[in-house]
Protein backbone atom coordinates (compact mmCIF):
# COMPACT_ATOMS: atom_id res chain seq x y z
CA UNK A 1 0.00 0.00 0.00
CA UNK A 2 1.41 3.57 -0.74
CA UNK A 3 3.59 4.92 2.16
CA UNK A 4 4.55 0.94 2.99
CA UNK A 5 7.95 0.05 2.85
CA UNK A 6 9.37 -2.32 0.38
CA UNK A 7 10.62 -5.94 1.04
CA UNK A 8 14.00 -6.27 -0.07
CA UNK A 9 15.51 -10.21 0.06
CA UNK A 10 19.37 -10.59 -0.92
CA UNK A 11 20.14 -14.15 -1.23
CA UNK A 12 24.07 -14.69 -1.72
CA UNK A 13 24.78 -17.58 -5.19
CA UNK A 14 25.78 -20.55 -2.99
CA UNK A 15 22.70 -19.92 -0.67
CA UNK A 16 19.83 -20.35 -3.08
CA UNK A 17 18.80 -24.02 -1.32
CA UNK A 18 18.62 -22.75 2.38
CA UNK A 19 18.65 -18.70 2.40
CA UNK A 20 20.31 -18.95 5.59
CA UNK A 21 22.61 -16.03 4.84
CA UNK A 22 19.90 -13.83 3.14
CA UNK A 23 19.77 -10.60 4.37
CA UNK A 24 16.20 -9.11 4.33
CA UNK A 25 15.57 -5.29 4.13
CA UNK A 26 12.82 -2.79 4.62
CA UNK A 27 13.37 0.08 2.38
CA UNK A 28 11.28 3.60 2.42
CA UNK A 29 9.09 3.88 -0.25
CA UNK A 30 10.25 7.56 -0.90
CA UNK A 31 13.31 8.22 -0.31
CA UNK A 32 14.89 4.36 -0.73
CA UNK A 33 16.25 4.35 3.15
CA UNK A 34 17.12 0.94 4.39
CA UNK A 35 14.42 1.15 7.37
CA UNK A 36 15.12 -1.78 8.89
CA UNK A 37 17.80 -4.59 8.43
CA UNK A 38 17.49 -8.43 9.27
CA UNK A 39 20.46 -10.85 8.98
CA UNK A 40 22.10 -13.56 10.42
CA UNK A 41 24.93 -10.65 11.69
CA UNK A 42 22.25 -8.63 13.62
CA UNK A 43 19.82 -11.70 14.64
CA UNK A 44 20.04 -13.56 18.00
CA UNK A 45 20.78 -17.05 18.72
CA UNK A 46 17.29 -17.68 18.70
CA UNK A 47 15.84 -16.35 15.61
CA UNK A 48 19.63 -18.13 14.21
CA UNK A 49 18.18 -21.07 15.38
CA UNK A 50 14.82 -20.20 13.99
CA UNK A 51 15.85 -19.35 10.39
CA UNK A 52 17.22 -22.78 10.47
CA UNK A 53 13.92 -24.25 10.59
CA UNK A 54 12.78 -24.29 7.18
CA UNK A 55 15.57 -25.60 5.57
CA UNK A 56 15.57 -28.88 8.03
CA UNK A 57 11.94 -28.96 7.54
CA UNK A 58 11.95 -29.39 3.91
CA UNK A 59 15.55 -31.15 3.52
CA UNK A 60 17.13 -28.14 1.70
CA UNK A 61 20.54 -28.51 3.13
CA UNK A 62 23.32 -30.54 2.82
CA UNK A 63 22.82 -30.93 -1.41
CA UNK A 64 21.07 -34.49 -2.90
CA UNK A 65 22.44 -36.73 -0.73
CA UNK A 66 20.23 -35.06 2.23
CA UNK A 67 16.96 -34.80 -0.17
CA UNK A 68 17.55 -38.66 -0.89
CA UNK A 69 17.86 -39.05 3.02
CA UNK A 70 14.52 -37.08 3.56
CA UNK A 71 12.77 -39.26 1.19
CA UNK A 72 13.23 -42.40 2.07
CA UNK A 73 12.35 -41.37 5.65
CA UNK A 74 8.99 -39.69 4.56
CA UNK A 75 8.09 -42.97 2.76
CA UNK A 76 9.13 -45.20 5.32
CA UNK A 77 6.05 -43.86 7.00
CA UNK A 78 4.03 -45.54 4.26
CA UNK A 79 6.19 -48.50 3.84
CA UNK A 80 5.60 -48.86 7.98
CA UNK A 81 1.30 -48.44 7.26
CA UNK A 82 1.23 -51.17 4.78
CA UNK A 83 3.46 -53.58 6.11
CA UNK A 84 1.63 -52.99 9.58
CA UNK A 85 -1.41 -53.88 7.83
CA UNK A 86 -0.62 -56.85 5.73
CA UNK A 87 0.73 -58.57 9.61
CA UNK A 88 -2.33 -57.78 11.34
CA UNK A 89 -4.48 -59.25 8.09
CA UNK A 90 -2.50 -62.77 8.13
CA UNK A 91 -2.66 -62.75 11.82
CA UNK A 92 -6.91 -62.01 11.30
CA UNK A 93 -6.98 -64.83 9.28
CA UNK A 94 -5.33 -67.40 10.95
CA UNK A 95 -7.50 -66.42 13.94
CA UNK A 96 -10.32 -66.90 11.88
CA UNK A 97 -9.33 -70.07 10.43
CA UNK A 98 -8.91 -71.71 14.00
CA UNK A 99 -11.92 -70.37 15.17
CA UNK A 100 -13.97 -72.69 12.48
CA UNK A 101 -12.11 -75.52 12.83
Known amino acids: G ?3 PYRVFLTPDG ?3 TRFAEARLALDPYTG ?3 HEEST ?3 SAGDVAMR ?3 PLHY ?3 GGTPTKLAWAVASLSAVLLTLTGTSIWLRRRGKRRRAAAV
Do not use: H, I, N
Open 2 to 4: PGK
Open 41 to 43: ASM
Open 52 to 54: WQL
Open 33 to 35: AVV
Open 59 to 61: GTF
Open 15 to 17: DRE
